[in-house]
Structure formats: structure tokens, C-alpha cells
């Protein structure tokens, strides 16, 4: 399976939440059953400092989502993102991967 490319935004300081559709290779549903999902968003490559995503499988949908206490953390700016699957024998597969870009947040404290 080749990852899909999706570049996504983040509003600095607001709920993020995007659902993704996740199809097999016979364009159906993706049964997720004793699969687990995990992303992270990070200035590059090489950047050990990171934001982690909470992701959350059903079949054929996976949710990928970032409370406000966090997007208001992150300073504006490009990052790159990527979400993987994984079973209990440890294979893991790249589904999902792009740019997010963070906007600034106009009304705060």
C-alpha cells in the first residue's frame, strides 16, 4: 500500500479533527480489527521535538484529531505529518502523510 498524500491545516488554539477514509485494495472499507493507529507532526525529518495526534480506527474511517490546549502550544508555521498503522506482529504501513501548516490564532487571552 502507497501512502496518500493530504496536506492538512491546523488553526492555532482550536479543536482539530479531520476523518480520513481508509479503502483496501479493492477500493472497500479497511476491517481494522487488532489494528492501531498513531501520528505525529514534527518541523522535519531529523526534528526530535514533536506534537502527537490521537487516532481513533473504525472500519474504513480513521479519525485524527488534536485538542485546543495543544494546536495552542505549537508555534505557526510549516510542519510535516505522518499516520501509520500497525498490527500486534509489528508490520507496520504509512497510509496517510503531508504538510500541515499552522495559522495564527487572532482571539486569546
Known sequence: ???TKQDIIIEQGATYHTDF???NSNNEPLLV???EA???MRRDFESVAHFDFT???TNGNLSHDMPAALTRTIELGRYL????ISNDQDNVIRVIEGVVTVMGEISHD
Do not use: K, R, W
Open 38 to 40: 498513531q501520528s505525529q
Open 55 to 57: 487516532c481513533t480506527l
Open 33 to 35: 480489527a487488532g489494528l
Open 21 to 23: 477514509a481508509l479503502l
Open 81 to 84: 505529518y505522518d499516520i501509520e
Open 1 to 3: 500500500m502507497v501512502s
